[in-house]
Each structure stands twice: as C-alpha cells, then as structure tokens.
C-alpha cells in the first residue's frame, strides 16, 4: 500500500511562489508515476503535471508550462511541485496520486493541500 502526504500549501500573493511536496511511504516507488491535480469548488479535477520516479521523465499541462515544475528525490521518496509566478486562477487545492507505470488510473491519493493565490 501507497501512502501520500502533500504539505507545503499557503497563501500568496499574485506572482509568487510556493513548493508542494507529496511525500511517500509504503513501499518502494521506482516503478510509479507521481501526478499532481488541482481542483477548486465546482470544477472537475484538472491534471497539473507528473514524473516517473525511475527517469525523472515530466508532463505537464498547458495551463502551467513555464511556470510549475514537477522534481523527485528517490532517496527519499518524495516528489515536489513547484509553483512560480502564481495567478489567481491557480487557486485550488492540489493532490498528488500515484500509479503504476503503464497503468492508466492513478490507485493512491494523498488528503490534498490548499493553495490561495490572492492580493
């Protein structure tokens, strides 16, 4: 069994920065992907980005390229968001999940961290 914990959400003011991390336990996670999602009240879930923890190999949705980047450390097991040049509409609260490789449903949820973009 697969366990996260996001930490690292906050308040900021538009511009700014803020790193999510999503820390793993359970078990070894070389042959996972570890995604990011957001969502705000009354809209669908929308991907942020991903990386395979074996090549480090990153995605990313078009609302943040440029501006959000998805890191790992292997060692200890713990994936990173980082979020830069926040707009208002990055308001949400982010999740990270995890699956398999070559799954196409991520089967492990952490609880979620809030992150507020306002003035």
């Known amino acids: 069994q697969v366990r996260l914990v996001e930490s690292g959400g906050g308040m900021v003011e538009p511009g700014g920065s803020l790193r999510l991390s999503c820390a793993a336990s359970?078990?070894?996670?070389?042959?996972?992907?570890i995604g990011w999602f957001r969502q705000d009240q009354g809209n669908e879930r929308e991907f942020v980005g991903a990386?395979?923890?074996?090549?480090?190999?990153?995605s990313y949705a078009d609302s943040v390229k440029g501006r959000f980047t998805v890191s790992r450390d292997s060692v200890r097991n713990t994936v990173y968001l980082q979020l830069n040049s926040l707009k208002p509409e990055d308001t949400a609260v982010y999740s990270c999940?995890?699956?398999?490789?070559?799954?196409?449903?991520?089967?492990?949820w952490g609880q979620g961290t809030q992150v507020t973009v306002s003035s």
């Open positions: 990386i395979t923890m074996a090549e480090g190999l990153t």
């Open positions: 359970g078990r070894t996670l070389s042959m996972y992907v």
């Open positions: 999940a995890a699956k398999p490789r070559g799954e196409s449903k991520y089967t492990h």
